[in-house]
């Protein structure tokens, strides 16, 4: 039962990681399309942790009393709403705010996570089972790194969106419904 919750977290992570690689390799080009340069990426990028980080401590105590698998639900699922905002974003403004419902999102899912992660590991052999679950989201984004790139070209860059925003979702929906912790 435990290793199964395991490979299940692998694979939330898997989805995830495709949903971040897709974006990532692409997020400066669609964040010069909005805002006309991208001087100003920095300042996004950089008020997104911000957020990030001061969250974090408040929603770790939330994840405590509510349940990590239900966090993990709603942080995902916060994400993936942000992410399929993205097509929807016409400047600037709207892109801040985008990527603050990103922040609250985050803030909640990798928490959660890390928590589920934390207690599904066998104390005897939580290095290697970290390991096994770090290497799907590394296989992951490089998979979807790459494929991304192949995809804007056939479909565009509202398509990464849907797709990411869906892998997100799926990914949270999983958990949810798979771990009850």
Request: glycine share 12%.
């Given at each position: ?87 929807f ?64 070209s056939?479909f ?6 849907v ?9 949270s ?9």
């Amino acid at each position: 039962m435990r290793r199964r919750r395991i490979v299940v977290l692998g694979i939330a992570q898997a989805l995830i990681a495709l949903s971040t690689g897709m974006i990532g390799p692409v997020y400066a080009l669609y964040f010069e399309r909005i805002a006309g340069e991208i001087s100003l990426v920095p300042f996004v990028i950089g008020l997104y942790w911000i957020i990030v980080g001061v969250l974090e401590i408040l929603f770790g105590s939330i994840i405590d009393k509510i349940g990590k698998s239900r966090s993990f639900l709603i942080g995902g699922l916060t994400v993936s709403l942000g992410i399929l905002l993205y097509p929807f974003v016409t400047d600037i403004y709207t892109l801040i705010c985008v990527e603050v419902i990103n922040a609250i999102g985050y803030s909640l899912q990798v928490p959660a996570f890390i928590s589920l992660l934390a207690e599904l590991t066998s104390r005897e052999k939580r290095g290697k089972e970290v390991g096994l679950v770090d290497s799907f989201w590394n296989i992951g984004y490089g998979i979807s790194a790459v494929a991304s790139s192949i995809l804007i070209s056939f479909f565009g860059l509202s398509f990464i969106f849907v797709l990411a925003g869906l892998f997100n979702g799926i990914s949270s929906v999983i958990v949810g419904r798979k771990i009850n912790l």
